[in-house]
T-cell receptor, first 113, second 111 residues
Framework: GAGVSQTPSNKVTEKGKYVELRCDPISGHTALYWYRQSLGQGPEFLIYFQGTGAADDSGLPNDRFFAVRPEGSVSTLKIQRTERGDSAVYLC???????????FGEGSWLTVV | KQEVTQIPAALSVPEGENLVLNCSFTDSAIYNLQWFRQDPGKGLTSLLLIQSSQREQTSGRLNASLDKSSGRSTLYIAASQPGDSATYLCAYIQGAQKLVFGQGTRLTINP
């Protein structure tokens, strides 16, 4: 696609439920990132994929958070037993192997009530 | 913990003014530094990328400088326009491409 696509754009879920957020990176980009942005803050790194493997998952806050990228393209961020503190915008980004410019999607706005 | 600080947190200026946004960071061994723009409810758009060996980059009315020795970067916006209103974030690359962001400066240009 022309840009990084994220779905859903908005998600409201009840505390304790499971959610999945999807990211479709720019075609051909091998590096994919997930960031989380709380209101009034800058984005915080969650996880980085190079191809199918998670090269750095040091930003995942706890074991309720998990991300996959099984075919090296689309990625899914999975959050189990959601808590109100998980409410934030989840941003996905991708880069090519040779370039340094990073392209962000518009984010998935998650609200846990 | 590596940190990025952006000052001011918010800035409101009349149209046409030149302005400077500031970014300071604690890690002098950064790989590169980027400035991003974020419009309300939107993702981030990369504005300028300064490699660690460079001191500045220019794009149109924007100029970004990098001084690694002092841990500072500035974004200069010339002849500001209402369309420049947005949040501006700086970030540096840590390790294998992990961006560390500041909290951003919310800029409002008044017509």
């Amino acid at each position: 696609g022309a840009g990084v696509s994220q779905t859903p754009s908005n998600k409201v879920t009840e505390k304790g439920k499971y959610v999945e957020l999807r990211c479709d990176p720019i075609s051909g980009h091998t590096a994919l990132y997930w960031y989380r942005q709380s209101l009034g803050q800058g984005p915080e790194f969650l996880i980085y994929f190079q191809g199918t493997g998670a090269a750095d998952d040091s930003g995942l806050p706890n074991d309720r958070f998990f991300a996959v990228r099984p075919e090296g393209s689309v990625s899914t961020l999975k959050i189990q037993r959601t808590e109100r503190g998980d409410s934030a915008v989840y941003l996905c980004a991708s880069t090519s192997t040779s370039g340094n410019t990073i392209y962000f999607g518009e984010g998935s706005w998650l609200t846990v009530v | 913990k590596q940190e990025v600080t952006q000052i001011p947190a918010a800035l409101s200026v009349p149209e046409g003014e030149n302005l400077v946004l500031n970014c300071s960071f604690t890690d002098s061994a950064i790989y590169n530094l980027q400035w991003f723009r974020q419009d309300p409810g939107k993702g981030l758009t990369s504005l300028l990328l300064i490699q660690s060996s460079q001191r500045e980059q220019t794009s149109g009315r924007l100029n970004a400088s990098l001084d690694k020795s002092s841990g500072r970067s500035t974004l200069y916006i010339a002849a500001s326009q209402p369309g420049d209103s947005a949040t501006y974030l700086c970030a540096y690359i840590q390790g294998a491409q992990k961006l560390v962001f500041g909290q951003g400066t919310r800029l409002t240009i008044n017509p």
